[in-house]
């Protein structure tokens, strides 16, 4: 209630102060309505002065031309220049009327009356008798009518006087402009300011006050809500609330009506038989219950749990927590306690004992974490594996058995992952207590709750440690075999370059002399007198002449299949064009190159790699594609050189480039890997097949 009253104060003070700001912002709206009103006047008069100012002006200009202040009819001329300057000092009368309030202008028009007085009656005489005026511009002097020199220093000195007032009316009306600007602004923003200060104190009020009803309607609905809350828990949980004797049979003197929800038996049943609940405890818990319930005096307080057989003959279990009390005189008067059903909650602590103890006999590692990462399970298995105890890995982040530089793969690839998608199954590396490395096939599940809100992850992991080190092995083992395919290569290439050399130096020199000898002899045959008797010897030599001549032939052709010569001597382009041509004469296969640019800077052993892989290419295509047509291109770009050979032939069948018997393709694949290339294989039947090579710059200036 003081709350709601101090709420109340607190709206009418806001009120009340709201009113004396309204209150205080319409006086002084008022005043400066007033003062802008005051300065508009004012610069309204700034302007009649100027206007009276200005007519003075002309009718002076005019008076100095004509001689007279305004046009008069010819009857009247003779009436003399008071007629004349009558104009002239009607304005200035009403000049000085609006000024009367000026002193400084009051002044400036008393000048202009004495300068009028004592000017005007002059340059009404000063008309001729043919009605000319002098004027006072020198360049005039021929004009009819002209003026004295005092009448020009008079009029000189009212123009003087009127230029003086109309710039000190200027300032006035500048003055007064800029004060009602200002009162302008000041009173529009008084008046936005009071609005909006008027809504948003109305507003505030209004939400005050509603915020006072709405917070008394929430709490009328709380004490509801409250009063149906206890209602529903004694109805719908597994608690009921007595009061029983304090000793004898403990029998019950007060249940709630949510007993029989728990024991089958109503309120009532339990009020007309006092051993109700005694009799209906297990046999086995009776004896150890009643014991307890009868050292309450001495303990005052019991928490216990038993089983207790309801109405349909089931035993379930019971927690009961009970407290004594005693009358004000000391006296004990009776039990008040909870009876609590915790059968499902004690099947269900039995099935989680039964399933961590089916974990616990898993050889392999199960790990429960929670979502953050934090250690909740820990299987026996997993401390066989990885060394640490239950009490050691309890609570701690499920990194420490992970390797430093892998606990940012953990969160990215194994916690992440599961989080987003249920389930995940990864290989990860494991550090054990001892500090080896144990390598794990992980079989994570996120798991939920009843309604279906994630609690955290449960973790399966395989040790394949030897699988993994069996692998790795392999691996070491396969880049060996590569390794010594390599030199194998290498050898062979050496091999073949060494016999090339041995063939067209040696052999070729041997043969070259020999047939430089059977030459000789041959031409000593023939110079001989007896030719005749000798044709037939004549004959061996020239036969043995021409087999010499195809050995030769043949070294040469053995020696450049080992090992061109072109390759070596001219480079890769060269080698290129030469084989292209040498096929295409030895086949008959139509063999056209394009080579860009024509001198391509690449290492001997890039150079050998390619030049073998083209070789086998165009022996596939004289074996198998049954083409007409071959397309060789050599290209070198900035990074790498690439070679592309294209036939029209059948075209390569799939799975022909993988079969058991593709030594061949092998062979260019292994050329291709040992130079940090690849090399792809296309093929369309009926169209033909494309093969691309493409190879890593490494330049050499010996090519």
């Not at 309607?217 to 719908?236: C, P, T």
């Not at 109503?266 to 046999?283: E, I, K, M």
């Not at 616990?360 to 640490?388: F, H, P």
């Amino acid at each position: 209630m003081s709350m709601t009253l101090t709420l109340e104060k607190k709206v009418a003070t806001g009120l009340g102060a709201a009113l004396i700001l309204l209150i205080g912002l319409g006086v002084v709206s008022y005043r400066s309505a007033t003062a802008l009103a005051d300065r508009e006047a004012r610069v309204t008069h700034a302007h009649q002065v100027r206007e009276a100012i200005e007519q003075v002006k002309l009718l002076v200009a005019r008076a100095a031309v004509t001689g007279k202040a305004d046009p008069v009819p010819d009857h009247a001329k003779d009436d003399g220049s008071a007629q004349a300057a009558g104009p002239v000092r009607t304005m200035v009368e009403r000049l000085a009327r609006l000024t009367q309030d000026d002193p400084g202008q009051q002044e400036q028009v008393g000048v202009l009356r004495r300068l009028i007085d004592a000017g005007m009656p002059q340059s009404a005489q000063s008309a001729q008798a043919d009605g000319s005026i002098a004027l006072r511009d020198p360049g005039m002097a021929r004009a009819p009518l002209a003026q004295t020199r005092a009448d020009e220093e008079t009029l000189d000195r009212i123009a003087r006087t009127l230029e003086t007032m109309g710039a000190q009316e200027e300032r006035n009306l500048n003055t007064w402009s800029k004060q009602a600007d200002q009162a302008a602004s000041f009173t529009l923003a008084l008046m936005i300011g009071g609005s909006v200060l008027t809504l948003l104190l109305t507003g505030g009020g209004g939400a005050l006050i509603f915020y006072d009803l709405a917070k008394r309607r929430r709490a009328e609905n709380a004490v509801r809500v409250n009063q149906a809350y206890q209602d529903l828990i004694l109805r719908s949980l597994p608690v009921a609330l007595y009061s029983a004797k304090s000793s004898g049979d403990f029998g019950a003197l007060w249940v709630s009506e949510n007993i029989e929800a728990l024991a089958g038996f109503s309120a009532q049943d339990f009020l007309d038989d006092s051993s109700l609940w005694a009799t209906r405890l297990h046999p086995l818990d009776r004896e150890s219950t009643l014991a307890k319930f009868a050292k309450l005096p001495q303990e005052n307080t019991l928490s216990m749990e038993y089983r207790w057989r309801t109405y349909e003959g089931e035993y379930r279990w019971f927690r009961d927590e009970a407290v004594l009390t005693s009358r004000e005189d000391g006296a004990i008067q009776e039990i008040v306690g909870l009876w609590t059903d915790i059968t499902m909650q004690r099947k269900a602590e039995e099935l989680i004992q039964r399933q961590a103890n089916i974990i616990d006999q898993v050889e392999e590692a199960i790990i429960t974490v929670d979502l953050n990462g934090y250690v909740l399970g820990w299987n026996r298995g997993a401390e066989n594996l990885l060394g640490y105890s239950v009490n050691e890995a309890l609570g701690r982040h499920v990194s420490f058995v992970y390797p430093l530089k892998d606990r940012e793969y953990l969160d990215r690839e194994v916690l992440a992952p599961v989080k987003a998608k249920g389930t995940h199954h990864v290989e990860v590396r494991r550090l054990t207590k001892s500090g080896s490395i144990r390598f794990a096939q992980l079989s994570l599940t996120l798991q939920k709750d009843g309604s279906g809100a994630p609690i955290g992850i449960i973790g399966y992991s395989m040790d394949i440690t030897d699988r993994k080190r069996a692998e790795e092995a392999l691996i070491d083992s396969r880049n060996q075999l590569e390794a010594l395919a390599v030199r194998l290569q290498s050898v062979r290439e050496e091999e073949r370059t060494r016999i090339a050399l041995e063939v067209h130096d040696v052999l070729g020199q041997a043969l070259t002399v020999l047939k430089m000898d059977l030459s000789w002899i041959a031409k000593r045959l023939g110079d001989s007198t007896t030719s005749t008797r000798l044709e037939s010897l004549h004959a061996r030599v020239d036969s043995a002449l021409g087999l010499i001549d195809s050995t030769l032939q043949s070294v040469r052709e053995i020696a450049t299949e080992l090992r061109p010569g072109v390759l070596d001597q001219l480079g890769l382009a060269a080698a290129v064009e030469w084989q292209a041509r040498t096929f295409q004469e030895r086949t008959g296969i139509a063999c056209d190159t394009l080579i860009r640019p024509h001198r391509i800077l690449v290492s001997a052993e890039q150079s050998t790699a390619l030049f073998r892989i083209l070789q086998e290419v165009l022996t596939n295509v004289v074996r198998h594609a049954q083409a007409t047509t071959v397309h060789i291109r050599l290209e070198e770009s900035d990074d790498h050189v690439s070679l592309h050979v294209t036939d029209n032939g059948k075209g390569i069948p799939e799975g022909a480039t993988t079969g058991p018997q593709a030594f061949g393709v092998l062979g260019m694949r292994l050329r291709a890997q040992q130079q940090g290339g690849e090399i792809a294989i296309h093929g369309k039947p009926g169209v033909g097949t494309t093969i691309a090579v493409r190879i890593p710059l490494h330049r050499s200036g010996d090519d």
